[in-house]
T-cell receptor, first 113, second 114 residues
């Protein structure tokens, strides 16, 4: 079965500092991995995805994620955090057979001014 | 870009009544849509996969007679919560699969059952 794990419930970072939101995956076969962001009382916005190709994936709003096969990780990163990045971030894996997205438990990012 | 619209954004209904939530793909056709439920401060729980022209596929533990899903056209799927109870109060989110199998999410619908 496909799954993702987000080990941190919350990540706190000062504005201007780099941020990392962790995600590890467990899949059979090649992973299709995604990051989404959710602002309060809103739906999910797509940030980036890894299907194949370069291990470093660049996405929206300056975010990027690094696919690491040996560590089965797909951590979300940003070189310089903004207060407006404060939100709930979800890692997800896609089941190729059913197209279902399986979400992690989410990590709340809090960026302090 | 592709847009998925959910309506209503907020709805309050009385216990025992039914409420319908619509999910529309505004500028693309979606043969497949997904319905999720999200409790406060929790992750999204997939409820069902909605396929145009056929019956929805429900996840284990989701009551299909309570959460009726109809995908009558390539741009519209509806979720009807029947005989609603307070414990059905939640944030419901739909997503639709567009071109190149990209998935787009709606803005969600808050349901409060009183």
């Amino acid at each position: 079965a496909q799954s993702v794990a987000q080990p941190e419930d919350q990540v706190n970072v000062a504005e201007g500092n780099p941020l990392t939101v962790k995600c590890t995956y467990s899949v059979s076969g090649n992973p299709y991995l995604f990051w989404y962001v959710q602002y309060p009382n809103r739906g999910l916005q797509f940030l980036l995805k890894y299907i194949t190709g370069d291990n470093l994936v660049k996405g929206s709003y300056g975010f990027e994620a690094e696919f690491n096969k040996s560590q089965t990780s797909f951590h979300l990163k940003k070189p310089s955090a903004l207060v407006s990045d404060s939100a709930l971030y979800f890692c997800a894996v896609r089941d190729i057979d059913t197209d279902k997205l399986i979400f992690g438990t989410g990590t709340r990012l809090q960026v302090f001014p | 870009g592709a847009v998925v619209s959910q309506h209503p954004s907020w709805v309050i209904c009385k216990s025992g009544t039914s409420v319908k939530i619509e999910c529309r793909s505004l500028d693309f056709q979606a043969t497949t849509m997904f319905w999720y439920r999200q409790f406060p401060k929790q992750s999204l729980m997939l409820m069902a996969t909605s396929n145009e022209g056929s019956k929805a596929t429900y996840e284990q533990g989701v009551e299909k007679d309570k959460f009726l899903i109809n995908h009558a056209s390539l741009t519209l799927s509806t979720l009807t919560v029947t005989s609603a109870h307070p414990e059905d109060s939640s944030f419901y989110i739909c997503s639709a699969m567009g071109a190149r199998n990209t998935i787009y999410f709606g803005e969600g619908s808050w349901l409060t059952v009183v």
